[in-house]
């Protein structure tokens, strides 16, 4: 294989990875319970959903990074 088939595997193939990520991870927000007024209940329950919107956020920026690594690595072999 030469160098540009190798970039462009690669490129291919975190593409792939993070368009799968995204897919799967970029549903909208979840909204917070009890906007204004709640007890203990309703602050733990904000806390679960605060946690779980981390974790979607992060997913998105994880599969975001690896589509902008993908055009990066097709563009250097674009130069190979």
Same mark, same amino acid.
């Given at each position: 294989m030469t160098c540009v088939q190798i970039a462009g595997l690669a490129s %291919?193939?975190?593409? /792939?990875i993070g368009t799968i990520i995204l897919f799967f991870a970029s549903f909208s927000l979840q909204p917070l319970e009890g906007a204004v007024w709640g007890g203990p209940a309703v602050d733990a329950e904000n806390e679960r959903i605060r946690a779980?919107? %981390?974790? $979607? /956020? +992060? $997913?998105? +920026?994880i599969g975001l990074a690896l589509l902008c690594g993908s055009f990066f690595i097709q563009a250097v072999g674009v130069f190979l």
């Open positions: %291919a193939i975190l593409g /792939a779980k919107n %981390a974790s $979607r /956020a +992060r $997913r998105q +920026r």
